[in-house]
């Protein structure tokens, strides 16, 4: 190649370029458009359950292992009554057996205390009635001594002195006739003398008995008597004391044989309930269907669920299964902490299952009032319609609208910039232009759009 045609090719080159290149051509713009814009907050969530039946062991007794020996498989139909699981029943059999024997031998007990109780109380009341009347004897015995016997004593007493002076009186006459009678004689026999002899001696020896009962009567009245009294006081005093010893002593057996009573009748009571409760959790290691629906291994809102098998562990008072109306489903998912004062409860959203994108539906969420672990809040949307084609654990998108704006102008956010201070859009009447620049008063933006409420027409363009 020659130096001339080389140099004819890099000099022709540039302007057969030149010439190829569009002269004066418009920006390329987008025509604005009317529409409705919102704003989002996108989540990921699962569909569970609205409508279902817990299944719960609420036991009343049992405590020990709960141990599943059949089981319906998760997700099977169930009507009403069908047996969903059973439990292993060995122990609590075993368990209710053992308690219906302990609690006969608690009620034969109770029967014989009842029965101990019944004979202490006649026994008592017979030796109560001991008391009474050896108190009472003892009581009158004083009274008719003080009353009557003293002075039937002292009646006696007086006549006794009365006679023996009676008689030592006579006895002392009839001496005296005697001697005087044998002193007019002279001569005294042998006969009259014995006779003055024993007359004599009687006399002295009334005369000695006399005195002798006088001391005695002296010392029975200072001693004896006082001693007898004292006695009969110390004996009533006595009789009162163990009288009223008794019944305080009767008082509190019985108060404690009462209270003893009482406690063995509340144990065994309480036994009798425990025994019946056991009975009732047996019946419920059957657990049967309490309506029609769908088989769920789990809580409704625990997706994805688990499976429970032969020889699962159940724990009683939580929720293991659950029975669910297969129309009726919910959404449950997560709100951050950050997002969670933007979004008041009743907030529309929208729900696209993963499965089924076609299926949009639309809901109202509720949040939790306080957070869970790691300051996420809990969050459940209640599907105003649901799509037959949607099933319990499908995954979906949950648009949460936080906020919207219908029949506005719309252009791309691009379109938008800031300049001076003011909001600025390039527009124009045509697609050919001119473009000039406008103030413009923006609304909300999704990212991708923005809504115009001031500056743009519908129809007109905007630079891209």
């Not at 090719?9 to 987008?30: F, H, K, Q």
């Not at 368990?95 to 006649?122: N, V, Y």
């Not at 002593?249 to 409760?277: D, I, V």
Request: hydrophobic fraction near 40%; charge should be negative; charged fraction near 35%.
């Amino acid at each position: 190649m020659s130096a001339r045609l080389l140099l004819s090719i890099l000099v022709l080159g540039p302007v057969v370029a030149s010439e190829d290149e569009p002269r004066n051509l418009p920006p390329a713009s987008v025509a604005a458009i009317k529409g409705t814009i919102r704003k989002t907050l996108d989540r990921e969530g699962t569909f569970v359950p609205a409508d279902a039946a817990e299944l719960r062991l609420d036991l009343e007794s049992w405590r020990s292992e709960l141990s599943v020996v059949e089981a319906l498989p998760h997700g099977s139909p169930i009507n009403e009554g069908d047996v969903a699981f059973r439990l292993d029943t060995v122990a609590i059999d075993q368990k209710i057996e053992e308690d219906g024997m302990a609690l006969a031998r608690a009620e034969m007990g109770l029967r014989q205390a009842e029965e101990q109780a019944r004979l202490r109380a006649e026994a008592d009341a017979e030796a109560l009635r001991r008391s009474e009347t050896a108190a009472e004897r003892a009581a009158r015995k004083l009274k008719g001594y003080r009353e009557l016997e003293k002075r039937f004593d002292e009646e006696s007493e007086r006549l006794q002195i009365q006679q023996r002076e009676f008689g030592l009186e006579n006895q002392k006459d009839e001496l005296d006739q005697l001697e005087k009678m044998y002193g007019e004689d002279e001569l005294v026999d042998a006969t009259e003398e014995i006779v003055l002899k024993r007359s004599r001696r009687g006399f002295a020896q009334a005369q000695a008995w006399r005195n002798l009962n006088e001391q005695r009567r002296v010392y029975d009245k200072e001693w004896y008597y006082a001693w007898r009294e004292e006695d009969l006081v110390v004996d009533a005093e006595n009789k009162a004391r163990e009288l009223d010893r008794l019944k305080k002593s009767q008082a509190m057996a019985r108060e404690k044989s009462g209270s003893e009573l009482e406690k063995t009748r509340y144990e065994l009571a309480q036994q009798k309930k425990r025994f019946e409760e056991l009975k009732r959790d047996r019946e419920k290691f059957t657990v049967r269907s309490p309506r029609r629906g769908i088989l769920i291994h789990g809580a409704p809102e625990d997706a994805p669920w688990g499976r429970i098998e032969k020889g699962s562990a159940l724990k009683a008072k939580s929720v293991f299964a659950s029975v669910a109306d297969p129309k009726k489903m919910k959404v449950v998912t997560s709100i951050a902490e950050a997002d969670i004062l933007g979004i008041k409860a009743g907030t529309a959203v929208e729900v696209m299952p993963v499965a089924a994108e076609d299926a949009k539906m639309i809901g109202r969420i509720d949040v939790e009032y306080l957070p869970q672990k790691g300051n996420v809040y809990k969050a459940t949307v209640q599907i105003e319609q649901v799509d037959m084609r949607v099933r319990p654990g499908f995954a979906c998108k949950a648009a949460v609208i936080l906020e919207e704006a219908r029949d506005v102008i719309l252009v791309p956010k691009a379109s938008v910039r800031e300049r001076g201070g003011k909001t600025i859009v390039s527009c124009a009447k045509t697609k050919a232009g001119p473009f000039e620049d406008r103030e413009v008063v923006v609304g909300i933006s999704d990212g991708k759009n923005t809504a115009i409420r001031e500056g743009v027409a519908e129809g007109e363009f905007v630079v891209k």
